[in-house]
């Protein structure tokens, strides 16, 4: 079945760093979406992205989508104190969404 | 607008007892998930629904576990006997099916279940 992998798994930061979390599917992917995760609380939603090499940004977050679709990956720049928590990639294949076992970010100030 | 609304939003049982937990989705949302999430992993589907329609309930250890969306918007999830391996946080999400937030997941707060 469809498997999506995450890495690395924990991400250790220093405040105003940058990083990056990689996503990778076993199978071609229809689109692939990032959620977050505050310590104690649940996903939320923060992008999509459906077409091969597609990049999109919010604000300090770049997402790419790989031109193969069974890649993505999430650069943050200039990393803050309210960036801690877990990023999930979830990859869609037909109706079946898939997450990742996510990236959890600390930041050292 | 309400989010995705579950409870309990915990529940501690012994062994070999059953649980029930409750989700009432976003008003319009005919799409509604129930996952289960371990620690330090990502959330796992167990069902999902269009409408009151169970259209992928492929990993839902159907020994044990049962799901309902009666009239197609609240929807309940039972396990019957509980193990001490279902100790997780069950999450339930909605989407509705168009416009811009197409796809996009909904996620309540979570039940968290300890088996003891």
């Known amino acids: 079945g469809q498997q999506v992998m995450q890495i690395p798994q924990y991400q250790h930061v220093q405040e105003g760093e940058d990083f990056t979390t990689y996503c990778n599917s076993s199978?071609?992917?229809?689109?692939i979406q990032w959620y977050k995760q505050r310590p104690g609380g649940h996903p939320v939603f923060l992008i999509q992205?459906?077409?091969?090499?597609e990049v999109k940004k919010q604000k300090r977050l770049t997402f790419q989508f790989g031109e193969a679709k069974k890649n993505s990956s999430l650069h943050i720049t200039a990393t803050q104190t309210t960036d801690v928590g877990t990023y999930f990639c979830?990859?869609?294949?037909?109706?079946?969404?898939?997450f990742g076992a996510g990236t959890t970010v600390t930041v050292r100030a | 607008e309400a989010g995705v609304v579950q409870s309990p939003r915990y529940k501690i049982i012994e062994k070999k007892q059953p649980v029930a937990f409750w989700c009432n989705p976003i008003?319009?949302?005919?799409?509604l998930y129930w996952y289960l999430q371990n620690l330090g992993q990502g959330p796992e589907l167990l069902i999902r629904?269009?409408?009151?329609?169970?259209?992928?309930d492929s990993q839902l250890p159907k020994d044990r576990f049962s799901a309902e969306r009666l009239k197609g918007v609240d929807s309940t999830l039972k396990i019957q006997p509980a193990e001490l391996g279902d100790s997780a946080v069950y999450l339930c999400?909605?989407?509705?099916?168009?416009?811009?937030?197409?796809?996009?997941?909904?996620f309540g707060p979570g039940t968290r279940l300890t088996v003891l």
């Open positions: 629904y269009e409408n009151e329609e169970a259209v992928d």
């Open positions: 992205l459906v077409k091969s090499g």
């Open positions: 008003s319009g949302h005919n799409t």
């Open positions: 979830a990859g869609r294949n037909d109706y079946k969404l898939s």
């Open positions: 999400a909605s989407s509705s099916p168009g416009g811009p937030t197409h796809n996009e997941q909904f």
């Open positions: 199978t071609t992917l229809s689109n």
